[in-house]
């Protein structure tokens, strides 16, 4: 079970002089990867639903993953989560592909259908049909990556007789987050992992329960191969050791830590050192 950082774009962790400090120490310390999530804008007022104070910083999650494929070379990169309707695929699927270049082939594209609807309003899109827009823009961004004469005609994105180069030197792998039927049925279709988050092992069996419902109702590309699974517990940071073997046991690919409360980049490498050490020890 490989083990990755979480979160490190946000906070006390988003300048470049405590990015390249975090990162090299993330290597340094047996983490095989770094993920970073995404908000463009967040509700102010802060509201219940809100995972974010909207003064909190938080850098945009490519940007700051190309900053982090400078000064690291072997750290996987990732995303947890794009939200992937708040974005124009075409666009996307280049960046996401120059990155790719760029770092190697390190990057796992994870996205997901958001749930903001303050900030899907911001950037003028609307929430209804978010799925569906989901599932058009990851096959569209695929045909972009993939095809010989990349071609796609959809509801939301249509393009014939354009290429894009270069094309993704390792992928991207594309990881799935969410933990509705809809989410598990569209990582089974269209991802080559899924990405969640839960309190506890209790909360993972759940959700590979619902993985392995969404797999008897649609059909998994060959191309894909196995489904990985990466998971992130929220809480607590310092979990049990035994749960980490239960992890591991339910066949998690890729453990996520996230060192919160991200206030003082001390404290983050301090929280990193323990749960390194425990992670390495199971």
Known sequence: MDIGVFGLNAKAAVGPGETAKLARKAVELGYTSWWVGEHVV????????????????????????????????????????????????????KQAASLDVLSGGRLHLGVGVGYLEPEMTAIGVPM????????EYLDAMTALWTQENPSYQGKYVSFDNVDAHPRPVGGPRVHVGGHSPAAFRRAVARGHGWIGNGTSPADLEAHLAGLAKAATEVERPARLGKLEITFMPVEPVEFPA?????????????????????????????????????????
């Open 242 to 282: 035994d749960d980490a073997a239960r992890y591991r046991d339910l066949g998690v690919d890729r453990l996520l830590v996230y060192p919160l409360p991200v206030e003082d980049p001390a404290d983050v490498v301090a929280l990193m050192e323990r749960q390194g050490d425990l992670l390495r020890g199971i």
């Open 42 to 93: 967040l509700p102010t007022p802060r509201t219940q639903d809100t995972p974010m104070d909207p003064l909190d910083p938080i850098l945009d999650p490519l940007v700051h993953l190309a900053f982090v494929a400078a000064v690291t070379d072997r750290l996987e990169l990732g995303t947890g989560i794009v939200i992937l309707p708040q974005r124009n695929p075409v666009v996307l699927a």
């Open 128 to 135: 209804a049909d978010r799925g569906r827009r989901t599932d």
